[in-house]
């Protein structure tokens, strides 16, 4: 495999010549991925620099995936323009559970080591911390064009989110990584890396940046926004969401998820090639099938689907802006407009009020907008 396939999709290759140097070396290269577990799914934007972990596998290096246990509990603030929550650690450690898996449709499990960076993390002694602090200054830190703002804009910026960089950064001195992978958002945390390492005593790993995929939304896709995919998503789902992309993304998808040219002509034909290739890689090729039969039923033909969820109304009348709203996302305000448009069916007919009696509904057929369905039945 050519370094141009190493590096296919890269923003940037950090510095020069430093990754055809560390292929000179005659030895697997361990290389680097971290991710935060922020939530319970591994997005198909995870998936491009998942993507490039794979490349080098096959190359027969070593892929070092790091599960950022430890680090969710500040959470990363690249790009944020306040400090994340804090999240519940027994939330993180069930999604963390999950990632490894969902990473394994597309890495090779085999050649993967898995890490938690809690191994390393939760045995620094204060000493240590202070350390590591004295690695980097308070004005390098400033550097950072999030924190630059927030500084200049006299906005709060807390002690541990100044420390997160150095965190990540010695998950690289932890695992002794050659390479580290990572989105256009992370090149300071991975320079980072390099400078800390270098203060460690080790040789500085090589910063590999790649493209992020921009979700249906326009904004970059990103599993604290919810505008994901998921690489474990049910095949429906996943099909689904990715018909929903407009056209003007299509290259991009192409380029960044299938690492291929869109093929020329009809952008639904396109599209449906991507959605069957996205199904097919987290799940086989039944899976795919099954998923584009349900789509050309339910969303292109109007048609339920086989199973439709069935659930129960305590209330005696139906609010079905609430109701819809709670089951299948977007606002109350945005169900109203769909059903003064017309977009809400019982059994075929057009919603003419907002509620009704549930006895009037239970055991009908609820339709919302093209592909969402769903039963109202009577309490046992």
């Known amino acids: ?58 190359e027969g290096h070593l892929g070092v995936l790091i599960v950022g246990d430890y680090t969710t509990r500040i959470g990363d603030p690249s790009g944020r323009k306040s400090e994340r929550p ?20 597309i890495i090779d499990p085999e050649r993967t080591e898995l890490r938690f960076n809690s191994e390393w993390l939760s045995k620094l002694d204060f000493a240590e911390i202070l350390r590591l602090t004295r690695t980097t200054t308070v004005a390098r830190i400033l550097e950072r064009d999030d924190f630059h703002k927030r500084f200049g804009a006299n906005e709060p910026i807390s002690i541990s989110e100044l420390l997160y960089p150095m965190m990540q950064a010695y998950d690289s001195v932890a695992v ?26 080790l040789e500085p790993q090589v910063a590999l940046t790649v493209a992020y995929l921009d979700s249906w939304d326009g ?34 998808w192409y380029r960044l998820v299938m690492e291929a040219e869109p093929p020329a002509g009809d952008p639904m034909q396109a599209k449906l090639g991507l959605a069957r290739f996205i199904v097919r890689r987290s799940h086989g090729d039944e899976a795919a099938q099954a998923a ?48 003064e448009q017309g977009g809400v069916k019982i059994d075929g007919e057009p919603l003419a009020s907002f509620e009704l009696p549930r006895s009037e509904v239970e055991n009908r057929l609820i339709q919302a907008g093209k592909r969402n369905f769903l039963r109202l039945v009577p309490a046992p």
Not at 177 to 182: P, T, Y
Not at 188 to 201: C, F, H, K, P, T
Not at 293 to 310: C, I, K, M, S
């Open 1 to 58: 495999m050519s370094l141009a396939e190493l590096t296919r999709n890269a923003t940037a290759v950090l510095p020069e010549g430093a990754l055809e140097a560390k292929l000179k070396l005659g030895r697997p290269l361990r290389v680097k991925l971290g991710i935060d577990v922020t939530a319970p799914d591994v997005t198909l934007g995870n998936g491009v620099p998942l993507r490039r972990m794979r490349a080098f596998q096959d």
């Open 292 to 339: 584009e039969e349900h789509f050309t039923r339910v969303v292109r033909e109007g048609q339920a689907p086989d199973e439709v969820d069935e659930i129960e109304h305590p209330e005696e009348t139906v609010y079905f802006p609430g109701l819809l709203s709670a089951r299948f996302g977007e606002s109350s305000s945005h169900w109203r407009r769909v059903i």
């Open 219 to 252: 904004t970059g896709m990103s599993a604290s926004r919810g505008n994901y995919i998921g690489l474990r998503e049910a095949p429906e789902d996943q099909f689904g969401k990715t018909m929903r992309i407009p056209d003007s993304l299509l290259e991009q």
């Open 86 to 105: 804090i999240i519940d650690p027994a939330v993180i450690d069930a999604n963390a559970q999950r990632y490894f898996e969902a990473a394994s449709s």
């Open 176 to 201: 002794e990584a050659d390479v580290e992978l990572g989105g256009t958002d992370q090149t300071y945390n991975l320079l980072m890396g390099r400078e800390v390492m270098s203060a460690y005593g």
